[in-house]
């Protein structure tokens, strides 16, 4: 008899954690690797974070809480969504999980039925597709290529709904690609779920501060009003905030869909850790520049990094938008064969072989559902985000 259920054949370990975890274990092992696959900040959590989650252990904040958050914590998430979105929360009406994936994996629980289907936009982050297979759901993929800049057109959505449609997860502005949807685009998405009225919309705006040039970003129930009583708005604090460790995720949704997804939380992990709650409340009340001063940071390695990239041999990078990845084509390398002997038939050979041959680690596109193309995290120290561009430079320009 198998160990596994059939449930756990229909999914892959996380290719992004197994990528972060193969470049630590590397390093271990006295290899000189650039990890620029891992997507998480490289700044300590700031100071008034890390001491506001000390006196939370000495106040002896160090119990139970309430299973969706603690109150003060689900009204700081509220003032946050008024604050930055303009979006009308009551603490009744937000749940804080132990990071944004368990928000994401108990609204898909606690919603879909098996065969339910659920709309992704590709290129997408690794884990959507999973979880929903998990879930019994069944995702459907529209491809949005670089051509539309791996947005969903109005069209693309029109055509994937169907009666058994339960959400749309858009990731604004999304991992992997930097992509990033402004009140207008969303507006035209809104026109089209109109008529679907059994369509909820999963907003994953974990990458809401990361956002460049001084784009528009704008939020499904920001843009579309008439869509808050079937959207749920994701968010959290790892990547605004440089606190990936402390698995604070949170969500504002009607308060049926709160109740359903507390009701799981309940039965799973309880309340995300107290400490982490205490961390998350300093995080969203306390001063913002440091979320200013970070997004900077990325904004001057983006600036760098596409023009290197572009100017390795077979590669194309788009500028993104937001978030703190770049995800180039790389189809002009495909077909050669490395300095070091490796044929490149596909993007996963690619980035094998470069971590192989120049100790580079990257996460295939395959990954995310968009093969001929890698990712790249500029969430790393500037030094050896040069280094690594500079190896992947090389790395191209020794194909033959
Ligand atoms: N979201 C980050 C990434 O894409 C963290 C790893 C993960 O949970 O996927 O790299």
Not at 303 to 310: A, E, I, R, S
Request: hydrophobic share 45%.
């Amino acid at each position: 008899m198998a160990l596994t259920a059939a449930r756990l054949d229909r999914i892959v370990a996380s290719p992004t954690v197994a990528m972060r975890m193969a470049a630590n274990r590397l390093r271990a092992e006295g290899r000189d690797v650039l990890n620029v696959a891992s997507g998480e900040p490289d700044f300590p959590t700031p100071p008034h974070i890390r001491d506001a989650a000390h006196a939370a252990i000495e106040a002896g904040e160090t119990r139970y809480t309430e299973t969706g958050g603690t109150l003060a914590l689900r009204q700081a998430v509220a003032a946050k969504f008024r604050r930055d979105q303009g979006l009308d929360y009551t603490p009744e009406e937000i749940i804080v999980s132990t990071g944004g994936k368990q928000v994401i994996f108990n609204a898909l629980l606690a919603t879909l039925d098996d065969g339910d289907e659920v709309i992704i936009p590709t290129p997408c982050w690794v884990s959507y597709p999973d979880m929903v297979k998990l879930a019994g759901g069944t995702p459907v993929l529209p491809a949005c290529g670089g051509n539309a800049g791996f947005l969903l057109s109005p069209e693309h959505l029109e055509a994937a709904i169907t009666p058994r449609t339960r959400w749309l997860i858009l990731n604004n502005p999304s991992n992997p690609t930097g992509a990033a949807y402004d009140a207008p685009a969303l507006r035209a998405l809104a026109d089209v779920l109109a008529r679907h009225p059994q369509v909820w919309v999963l907003t994953d705006d974990i990458y809401e501060k990361l956002i460049y040039d001084g784009f528009p970003l704008a939020s499904m129930a920001q843009a579309a009003p008439e869509l808050r009583a079937r959207t749920v708005t994701m968010n959290g604090c790892s990547k605004s905030y440089a606190m990936t460790g402390w698995r604070i995720g949170f969500a504002g949704a009607p308060r049926p869909m709160i109740q359903a997804m507390e009701k799981l939380q309940s039965q799973s992990t309880s309340n995300p850790s107290s400490i982490g709650q205490a961390a998350a409340r300093a995080a969203l009340e306390g001063p913002q520049d440091c979320v200013e001063a970070m997004r900077l940071a990325f904004a001057a390695r983006r600036d760098f990094v596409v023009p290197m990239l572009n100017a390795a041999p077979g590669l194309r990078c788009t500028t993104p938008r937001g978030t703190f990845y770049v995800f180039p084509d790389l189809r002009g390398c495909l077909g050669r064969v490395s300095a070091g002997g490796t044929r490149i038939e596909t993007d996963g050979d690619f980035c094998a072989a470069l971590l192989g041959e120049e100790g580079v680690a990257t996460v295939a596109g395959s990954a995310f559902l968009a093969p001929g193309h890698f990712r790249l995290s500029f969430a790393a120290a500037e030094d050896a985000l040069r280094d690594a561009c500079g190896r992947i430079q090389r790395f191209c320009a020794g194909l033959r």
